[in-house]
């Protein structure tokens, strides 16, 4: 696993998304304005379908997905992220649940997709 810290105060450019398995796992990249690339992408330590394993030191290994969201907009920035790479980890995240989604409004609802939450 790895450390980034973040720079939120305009947000991160980052998409994330909840796999039928129960990991939170980044699905994209945001810019933050037209050609203006989000720190999570600027870092360049990202990459699509890393999995999100604990905000500023606090594992999210077992809270659902409207929570890691919440946890995340409500960080003072910086943030601090931790992930790891999705080939190295268990198949299933312990304690996991049916995937859920949370939108950009904050809605909530069970989708058998996943789930996806752009924080731009």
Do not use: Y
């Not at 933050?32 to 989000?38: D, E, H, V, Y």
């Not at 790479?85 to 409004?105: E, F, H, N, Q």
């Amino acid at each position: 696993s790895f450390s980034v810290d973040l720079d939120s105060s305009e947000g991160l450019g980052l998409k994330l998304g909840m796999t039928r398995s129960g990991f939170v796992i980044v699905t994209g990249f945001k810019d933050l304005s037209p050609g203006r690339r989000g720190p999570a992408e600027a870092c360049g330590q990202l990459e699509v379908q890393d999995v999100l394993l604990a905000i500023n030191g606090e594992s999210v290994s077992e809270i659902a997905f409207e929570d890691v969201a919440a946890r995340i907009k409500s960080s003072p920035s910086p943030i601090q992220m931790e992930f790891g790479r999705l080939s190295a980890l268990p198949t299933r995240r312990p304690g996991s649940v049916a995937p859920s989604r949370c939108d950009a409004d904050g809605r909530s609802g069970q989708s058998a997709d996943g789930a996806e939450l752009a924080l731009s």
